[in-house]
């Protein structure tokens, strides 16, 4: 499946800003922008909390593992 959205000319593109700014207000698109940057920002806090939790759990096992070798040794 491609990404058609990229084949677009500069007509559609021009049209669909206009639909939009039809449909939302000319005054109200810059909240709702303002809402979405918030909103990926916080997805991506997110998503970085996730990953520094799944490398210290790594971290915290490789640990053990090695404790629990040089102890058998």
């Known amino acids: 499946m491609s990404l058609l959205f990229l084949n677009m000319g500069e007509g559609e593109m021009a049209v669909i800003v206009l639909v939009i700014i039809l449909f939302f207000g000319s005054k109200s698109i ?3 922008a303002r809402g ?3 909103g990926l920002r916080e997805f991506k806090d997110a998503t970085q909390g996730i990953q520094r939790e799944i490398e ?3 971290h915290s096992v490789k640990k ?7 102890k058998s040794e």
């Not at 053990?64 to 040089?70: A, G, I, M, V």
């Open 30 to 32: 810059p909240t709702l």
């Open 36 to 38: 979405l940057g918030k």
């Open 56 to 58: 210290n759990s790594a």
């Open 64 to 70: 053990e593992l090695e404790e629990e070798k040089e």
